[in-house]
């Protein structure tokens, strides 16, 4: 077994008090990483507080024990006070929000699959054959001696789900689908899962109209990218959360290699989205504007205006794009 791993277990299996932290900007692998790894821990137990520092996109809830995720000042005011802390997800110290000021305090792992992570924890198990960080979860709960039930198999299920875009994605391969399946076959429901995105207000399809008027094309239509202005999301009655996926909907488009989707979240503060189909490194492009994330799937933050952002960011795209497509082409 892989050294880093068998030392974050055993490092588990000896702490009492243990903070479990989630990123920023919460996604499906994140959200489901935290809440498996802290029923898993809970059922040993643990005590354990789940924190994430922003909110909880709203869908989530479905879930009931999403309410048991914390956010900062909650978990401070409570005075609980870990002797370890497993981050999840989080591929440097910047994803984890105010829960930087944890780090060098107590011993810290960090469990991830990205392959921009930048080791900050005191122990490092980050490895990029995994397509989500759940399916690390599912291994830490399993050497731990964890007994699944339906809930914890269905909450475990979703982190893998998403993270593969329901096993459409180039990273779901034999590991996913045996992982998928495990979980399955201890109490795990899929239809759970997708019952979270068959959930939207009708608002969301008036957002998603707006983001479609906005639609711009570069490379003869292998670039493809759009964007929404906080003013969008307010005249619509929405908030960013109601734009998960929209990234997805823009790299379906026919022809398309690279999609960019830019959220105002506030003004002058830009969320970037990057993904690709076949052979585009969006990581690559995520990491020169100070993100990161995997090859089809990466992200940044920009501050500033958001048409500036859009010129500035499909600038660099089309520099990156027509670069990589060299070197696709000499192979």
Partial sequence: MNRDFLSIVGELNLAKKILVVGHIMPDGDDISSVLSAT???????????????????????????TNLIKGYDEMVNSGFEPDFMLIVDASSPDRIGRFQEFLGKVTTAVVDHH????????????????????????????????????????????????????????????IVFSD?????SMGG???????IFENK??????????MVEHICTENDGKIVYSYLSKKDYESNNCTEDD???FVGELRSIQGVELAIFFSE????????????????????????????????????????????IVEQVIREAKLMFSTQLEAVKNI
Avoid at 146 to 157: C, F, G, K, P, Q
Avoid at 180 to 184: D, I, M, S
Avoid at 290 to 307: N, Y
């Fill in 265 to 308: 979240y506030e003004k002058n503060e830009v969320h970037i989205s990057f993904r690709s189909k076949d052979w585009f490194d969006c990581s690559k492009l995520a990491v020169l504007l100070g993100g990161g994330g995997h090859p089809r799937a990466a992200g940044c933050t920009l501050k500033g205006e958001l048409s500036v």
């Fill in 39 to 65: 029923l898993g821990l809970q059922k040993l137990g643990k005590e354990v507080v789940a924190c994430i520092d922003w909110r909880i996109p709203w869908y989530f809830y479905e879930f009931d024990e």
């Fill in 243 to 245: 734009s998960g996926g």
């Fill in 180 to 184: 998928a399946t495990k979980l399955v």
């Fill in 201 to 210: 207000r009708i608002e969301q399809f008036k957002l998603l109209s707006t």
């Fill in 115 to 174: 392959g921009t992570n930048t080791l900050f924890g005191t122990l490092n198990w980050v490895d990029t054959k995994f397509g989500s960080t759940a399916q690390m979860i599912l291994r830490i709960n399993t050497e731990l001696g964890v007994s699944y039930d339906e809930r914890l198999a269905t909450i475990n299920l979703m982190g893998i789900a998403t993270d593969t875009g329901f096993f459409r994605y180039s990273n779901a391969d034999e």
């Fill in 189 to 195: 429901k899929a239809y759970l899962v997708s019952r």
